[in-house]
């Protein structure tokens, strides 16, 4: 690969240069090295030590004499001296037997200056070229220079803890997943059939409902090697680097197998590859790596593929086709019953009193993804320690909730009695309309304790049960409303303030996707003028219609909310009574209860009957 490449090239640059180094540090420098422990004397020191017998080693030259002195304590030193013309030089040395006539003093050193002219270098440099690299990698992000190993974790059953009676409510992908790990730990059943087992199972959903857990309760149940890797962790600085991680993982997974490798987070490195601009290499590369793995490994042999991604529709479909990630393991937000459970699980971690109404958190918190429900449990819990308390209570949960929904209550926030007044008008205003109409779900809590988020106040409606359709009255009554604030801001001081923002964002929203998506207005039929995007993530659309068009939808957007607004006017007129004394109850009280509400509303008009 590209980046394996650049390593080499400069392995090879380096090796190079260190060569020419060493070559020219033998060529200059060490002559001169040796050259110095050579001492020049004269012919008489020459002499003066052959007399004393201290001489061991001579080599006489044309006009050169080299000897070896070993002085009494056994130090030896070689010495040259120009060649006398000297006749009886050859009696002379004749007459001391322990003389050697040497070719070449060097050569008695040649092992010892081997090393240090070659070895040692070499030595040096090899471990100059591994600190250089280690530096490098230091500064690059710590793996950058590791070739491309994966740091996928390797599970094994205790490690993740987690098994299936830890998620609740995701049955569908409970059971597709069951049947994965039968597979893993009973794979002659499936052979003797014939049946393959898909290669790979794409766990999507919106954030939070439990994708990663149910992985985690796979590998915990599962009882093989589980690996499990962020897609995150492919994308790496140099092109290729992504790429050999896919390689390391797949292999080290084969090696491993019957296993089960998880990829969370796939988008990051699955996204479709558009030919638009300059493009990502590395992330392409990495995911061409992904498809060709996932080609290359025997279904039989028992590799199973997890991922997770709440991005879906970004994905490359060369991922989603059969053969590699064919089966699609929804994860979607839990239902009535799958909240009650997913709240009784994480419960379990908790002291509670007896007898709590699950059903009735449940129904308060439509919508809400397991992980805010998991967030619901721990935050009652944390308001029981800070009340003193050692169980949790219907109240902590009931509480905890709205903490959840619409942040902490803010107590020691001042707000001037007419501006509590006009708050109070405008939730009894939404209240009212609320259980004016027949499609309308009914109150549940009425409250003008301001909160962290912002809100001043708020009006909870609660539905007795599930609700899977919208029909198009239950939308006109839900945007009428959310007029209902402002509507009696209008009708009670006569002017209007900035309180209503959500609501309008809000009433425009369900009139939009009316009109756009739902085909419920007037005046266009079903067509789709507007496509989902972003399916589990906030569910941005984007409009797919001429300008023309769109200044129509507008129109009929700004009718129906005009419509409903006047609907709400009307409805508040008419029962004005109970407006202001629903609003002086709750600017007395603060916060009061659907039953509170009704009842109030019910004597009333069974006075005036
Ligand atoms: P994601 O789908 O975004 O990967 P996670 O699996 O990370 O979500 O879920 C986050 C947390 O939410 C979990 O650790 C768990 O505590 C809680 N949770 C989510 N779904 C469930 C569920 N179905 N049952 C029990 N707990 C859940
Ligand atoms: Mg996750
Ligand atoms: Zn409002």
């Not at 003008?448 to 359709?469: C, H, N």
Request: charged share 25%; proline share 3%; aromatic share 8%.
């Amino acid at each position: 690969m590209k980046n394996d490449k650049n390593i080499f090239k400069q392995l090879a640059i380096f090796s190079v240069i260190s060569l020419v180094f060493i070559i020219l540090f033998n060529a200059l420098l060490m002559p001169q090295l040796t050259k110095r422990s050579v001492k020049e004397t004269n012919y008489s020191f020459f002499l003066n030590q052959l007399d004393d017998g201290n001489i061991t080693q001579v080599k006489i030259e044309d006009s050169e004499i080299r000897f070896e002195v070993e002085t009494d304590n056994g130090d030896k030193q070689v010495y040259s001296t120009g060649r006398m013309d000297d006749p009886e030089l050859v009696d002379r040395l004749h007459k001391h037997q322990e003389i050697v006539f040497t070719e070449n003093f060097e050569e008695s050193n040649f092992l010892l200056e081997f090393l240090v002219s070659w070895v040692l270098p070499i030595i040096f440099f090899i471990v100059l070229w591994n600190i250089l690299m280690k530096g490098m990698s230091k500064r690059m992000g710590g793996n950058s220079m590791s070739f491309g190993k994966s740091n996928a974790k390797v599970y094994v059953k205790a490690q993740t803890g987690k098994t299936f009676d830890d998620v609740a409510g995701q049955d569908e992908a409970k059971e597709a997943l069951v049947e994965i790990v039968d597979f893993l730990h009973n794979p002659d059943k499936y052979a003797e059939i014939g049946a393959n087992l898909p290669k790979g199972a794409l766990l999507v959903g919106p954030p939070g409902t439990g994708k990663t857990l149910l992985a985690q309760a796979v590998a915990g149940e599962a009882n093989v090697p589980f690996f499990s890797i962020s897609g995150s962790e492919f994308v790496e600085m140099f092109v290729g680097m992504g790429a050999a991680k896919v390689r390391d993982l797949f292999k080290q997974a084969n090696e491993k197998a019957p296993c089960i490798v998880f990829i969370d987070e796939i988008d990051t490195i699955g996204k479709k590859r558009d030919g638009n601009f300059s493009g990502n290499d590395e992330r392409e590369q990495t995911l061409n790596q992904l498809l060709t793995e996932m080609d290359g490994f025997d279904g039989k042999k028992g590799v199973v593929i997890l991922a997770a991604t709440n991005r879906p529709e970004s994905l490359d479909p060369a991922l989603l086709r059969p053969g590699r990630f064919d089966r699609r393991i929804p994860a979607e937000l839990p239902d009535l019953a799958g909240r009650e459970a997913i709240l009784k699980v994480h419960a379990k971690a908790v002291k509670t009193e007896e007898g709590i109404d699950y059903n009735a958190i449940a129904r308060a918190t439509a919508g809400a993804s397991g992980a805010e429900l998991a967030n619901i449990i721990n935050e009652a819990a944390l308001r029981a320690v800070r009340s003193g308390r050692k169980f949790v209570s219907q109240s902590d949960m009931e509480e905890s909730v709205e903490v959840v929904i619409a942040g902490y209550q803010r107590k020691n926030a001042v707000i001037s009695q007419k501006e509590k007044e006009i708050i109070a008008y405008h939730e009894i205003g939404h209240a009212l309309v609320a259980a004016k109409q027949k499609d309308s779900a009914p109150v549940h809590k009425i409250t003008i304790i301001p909160r962290t988020s912002g809100a001043l106040g708020y009006t909870m409606q609660v539905d007795e049960g599930e609700k899977f359709l919208m029909t198009k009255e239950e939308a006109l009554a839900r945007i009428a409303t959310l007029t209902g604030g402002r509507s009696a801001e209008e009708l009670i001081f006569n002017s209007c303030t900035s309180g209503a923002s959500n609501d309008i964002e809000q009433a425009t929203k369900i009139a939009r996707a009316m009109v756009t998506r739902y085909g419920m207005s007037d005046k266009f039929d079903m067509i789709a003028l507007e496509t989902v995007t972003n399916q589990y993530l906030g569910g941005d659309t984007s409009l797919a219609c001429s300008a023309e068009t769109a200044a129509k939808i507008d129109e009929e957007i700004n009718s129906i909310v005009k419509s409903a607004h006047e609907k709400a006017v009307k409805i508040l007129t008419e029962n004005m009574d109970k407006l202001h004394e629903l609003a002086h109850f709750l600017l007395e009280k603060e916060t009061i209860t659907g039953e509170e509400f009704m009842d109030i509303l019910n004597k009333e008009s069974a006075v005036l009957l």
